[in-house]
């Protein structure tokens, strides 16, 4: 009976372990951030999170968060911190790193599920518990973790196949931020897949199939025959794969579970605070531009076509590479959902035309779940960890060189920052 309690808790070790290193991890940052504030010119919180608590202050006293002029977030995040006005400016942080801790305590869950063993889901989800970029965010006070734990959420309850559970939480999670709707087309084939639904890449496969030959080479005359058939057929597949997706009893309970939310507090929103909250919170984010902290491939470009006729021509054309990406991961990949995932969020954070250090953590709380199905040599995947890290620095040197010398950016200041992004 002992032994068999001691393999029990051997068993729970790594798991127990590994939660205990991500509460102390973030205590100690917690702590330490009190005292740099305190003591030093350059303040460990991030400057959003005095934003955040304006806010709160603003809906406390029943006026708009978006008094404070540079809010541009949903106004459930300033209700969510009241308590930063009632009992401690500290409260906002010590939720956004318990959020943390409860992101890797989701992702233990969801690897375990996923047939691996305690011990291997322990390591995986260490990547996220003990990862210090993700710690040092929360922190800061940055509500990043919040939408990440939307999404784990939604993940979590659509891979214990309930679309209702997964549905609300997707409706938070576009509600909070707006990159999650690029997980819904391959949301809505995962759920149809459910119901007998035939595979994507298998009807595109047959339909490219029936215009070879016997020796599997194309044959053109074999095109010309049966090129027009061929079409038709995929066309075919196309409009019954649309119909199972539409049928799906699964796809109908998810897209109106998050319908609803997201509608819902919309409309909540609209009604307390007009416009305002609807331009701030969503219409801002999609005609954002940002040159100053940047890690976008198109930032330079558009630094230097700021103001000029052709900007606007770059913000649209910078979504086409980006929109025909995701469509081809949702088509290839749905089936296996937290790959789909990560891989849709890798592609709109690096394609986006605003991307800053905090916009990583949005596919770095799905890599521990992907790493499983990697084929991947350790030191092929150490050397890229590296150049990623590598390339961190410099967009934060070129602007701290730029504020040292009291000069406005000019294209030799944005150079080696481009480069590193």
């Given at each position: 009976?002992?032994?068999?309690?001691?393999?029990?808790?051997?068993?729970?070790?790594?798991?127990?372990?590994?939660?205990?290193?991500?509460?102390?991890?973030?205590?100690?940052?917690?702590?330490?951030?009190?005292?740099?504030?305190?003591?030093?010119?350059?303040?460990?919180?991030?400057?959003?999170?005095?934003?955040?608590?304006?806010?709160?202050?603003?809906?406390?006293?029943?006026?708009?968060?978006?008094?404070?002029?540079?809010?541009?977030?949903?106004?459930?995040?300033?209700?969510?911190?009241?308590?930063?006005?009632?009992?401690?400016?500290?409260?906002?942080?010590?939720?956004?790193?318990?959020?943390?801790?409860?992101?890797?305590?989701?992702?233990?869950?969801?690897?375990?599920?996923?047939?691996?063993?305690?011990?291997?889901?322990?390591?995986?989800?260490?990547?996220?518990?003990?990862?210090?970029?993700?710690?040092?965010?929360?922190?800061?006070?940055?509500?990043?973790?919040?939408?990440?734990?939307?999404?784990?959420?939604?993940?979590?309850?659509?891979?214990?196949?309930?679309?209702?559970?997964?549905?609300?939480?997707?409706?938070?999670?576009?509600?909070?931020?707006?990159?999650?709707?690029?997980?819904?087309?391959?949301?809505?084939?995962?759920?149809?897949?459910?119901?007998?639904?035939?595979?994507?890449?298998?009807?595109?496969?047959?339909?490219?199939?029936?215009?070879?030959?016997?020796?599997?080479?194309?044959?053109?005359?074999?095109?010309?025959?049966?090129?027009?058939?061929?079409?038709?057929?995929?066309?075919?597949?196309?409009?019954?794969?649309?119909?199972?997706?539409?049928?799906?009893?699964?796809?109908?309970?998810?897209?109106?579970?998050?319908?609803?939310?997201?509608?819902?507090?919309?409309?909540?929103?609209?009604?307390?605070?007009?416009?305002?909250?609807?331009?701030?919170?969503?219409?801002?984010?999609?005609?954002?531009?940002?040159?100053?902290?940047?890690?976008?491939?198109?930032?330079?470009?558009?630094?230097?076509?700021?103001?000029?006729?052709?900007?606007?021509?770059?913000?649209?054309?910078?979504?086409?590479?980006?929109?025909?990406l995701l469509l081809i991961a949702s088509f290839a990949f749905y089936n296996d959902l937290p790959?789909?995932?990560?891989?849709?969020?890798?592609?709109?954070?690096?394609?986006?035309?605003?991307?800053?250090?905090?916009?990583?953590?949005?596919?770095?709380?799905?890599?521990?779940?992907?790493?499983?199905?990697?084929?991947?040599?350790?030191?092929?995947?150490?050397?890229?960890?590296?150049?990623?890290?590598?390339?961190?620095?410099?967009?934060?040197?070129?602007?701290?060189?730029?504020?040292?010398?009291?000069?406005?950016?000019?294209?030799?200041?944005?150079?080696?920052?481009?480069?590193?992004?």
């Open positions: 009976m002992g032994r068999a309690t001691a393999t029990r808790r051997a068993r729970y070790l790594p798991q127990v372990a590994a939660c205990a290193g991500a509460v102390s991890l973030r205590l100690a940052l917690l702590l330490y951030g009190l005292y740099q504030d305190k003591v030093s010119r350059v303040r460990f919180t991030d400057v959003d999170y005095d934003v955040f608590t304006d806010a709160a202050k603003l809906v406390v006293t029943g006026r708009s968060p978006y008094e404070q002029t540079t809010y541009r977030y949903t106004p459930l995040l300033a209700w969510l911190l009241t308590p930063n006005v009632f009992v401690s400016p500290f409260f906002g942080k010590v939720l956004f790193a318990v959020i943390d801790v409860l992101v890797g305590y989701l992702q233990l869950q969801v690897l375990r599920r996923a047939g691996n063993s305690k011990r291997t889901s322990a390591l995986l989800s260490s990547l996220w518990l003990l990862n210090p970029l993700a710690a040092v965010v929360a922190c800061r006070g940055n509500a990043e973790p919040l939408v990440v734990l939307f999404v784990m959420c939604s993940l979590s309850a659509l891979q214990r196949s309930r679309p209702l559970a997964g549905g609300l939480w997707f409706g938070l999670a576009v509600h909070a931020k707006m990159y999650p709707i690029t997980y819904a087309l391959p949301v809505a084939l995962y759920l149809s897949q459910r119901h007998k639904m035939q595979d994507g890449v298998d009807s595109l496969q047959d339909g490219v199939d029936s215009l070879r030959g016997d020796t599997g080479e194309m044959d053109s005359g074999r095109v010309c025959r049966k090129g027009r058939r061929g079409f038709i057929r995929l066309l075919q597949r196309g409009f019954a794969k649309v119909l199972q997706i539409v049928r799906s009893l699964h796809v109908w309970t998810f897209f109106l579970a998050a319908a609803s939310v997201f509608i819902g507090l919309a409309c909540l929103f609209y009604q307390m605070y007009g416009w305002e909250f609807l331009d701030q919170a969503y219409l801002y984010h999609i005609t954002r531009r940002d040159t100053r902290h940047n890690f976008s491939p198109y930032f330079y470009l558009l630094y230097l076509g700021a103001g000029s006729h052709w900007e606007r021509t770059v913000g649209l054309a910078a979504l086409v590479p980006q929109a025909i790959f789909c995932f990560f891989l849709h969020t890798y592609i709109f954070v690096s394609f986006n035309k605003v991307c800053t250090s905090q916009y990583f953590l949005w596919y770095m709380c799905l890599l521990p779940l992907v790493l499983p199905s990697l084929r991947l040599p350790w030191k092929k995947g150490l050397l890229l960890l590296m150049l990623w890290f590598s390339g961190q620095p410099f967009p934060g040197v070129c602007r701290l060189r730029g504020s040292c010398q009291h000069t406005s950016w000019n294209s030799k200041d944005m150079t080696p920052s481009w480069r590193s992004a």
